[in-house]
């Protein structure tokens, strides 16, 4: 009876440390990248609670009323203060400390006017979405894309 014997078979050390440098090189690119993305979801609640805000203003100004009238804010959230609409009709909202730290800022204009409370816009009212700090413009979902930005220094 002949015996066979049989070489276990498995990866080397350096196949192993291999492996490990390319998983721990992968991971060090990947984070910082799904940081951004949680960090720009969050912002967008933000943006989405304006939403409200931006209806409440163009009802108010096709009927020729107080900007800001009739606006009910939302409670703070975890990621989102509070949604304020100023006597001109300007949107603004921060976002907390874990969202990022965004001022956003929406701001009506019809025929490159501004909006004035008690007279009905002359076409459609266009939206501006601006920021605070121009650092944080990753964060802005594309829905705020049309971004003004201050500039850096």
């Known amino acids: 009876m002949k015996t066979m014997t049989q070489k276990q078979q498995g990866f080397t050390l350096i196949e192993l440390m291999i492996v490990v440098a390319i998983i721990g090189i992968l991971a060090a690119v990947a984070l910082p990248a799904y940081q951004d993305y949680t960090v720009k979801a969050r912002v967008s609640e933000c943006v989405n609670m304006m939403s409200s805000a931006k209806t409440t203003v ?14 009910n804010a939302n409670e703070e959230t975890d990621n ?74």
């Open 58 to 71: 163009a009802m108010n100004a096709s009927e020729g009323a107080t900007l800001n009238s009739g606006f």
């Open 80 to 153: 989102c203060e509070a949604v304020a609409i100023s006597d001109a009709g300007v949107i603004s909202v921060d976002s907390t400390t874990k969202a990022g730290s965004v001022s956003l800022t929406m701001t009506p204009t019809s025929g490159d006017a501004a909006l004035e409370a008690g007279t009905p816009p002359s076409g459609a009212i266009e939206w501006t979405c601006s920021i605070g700090d121009a650092d944080n413009y990753k964060y802005v979902p594309s829905s705020c894309h049309n971004t003004t930005t201050p500039s850096k220094g």
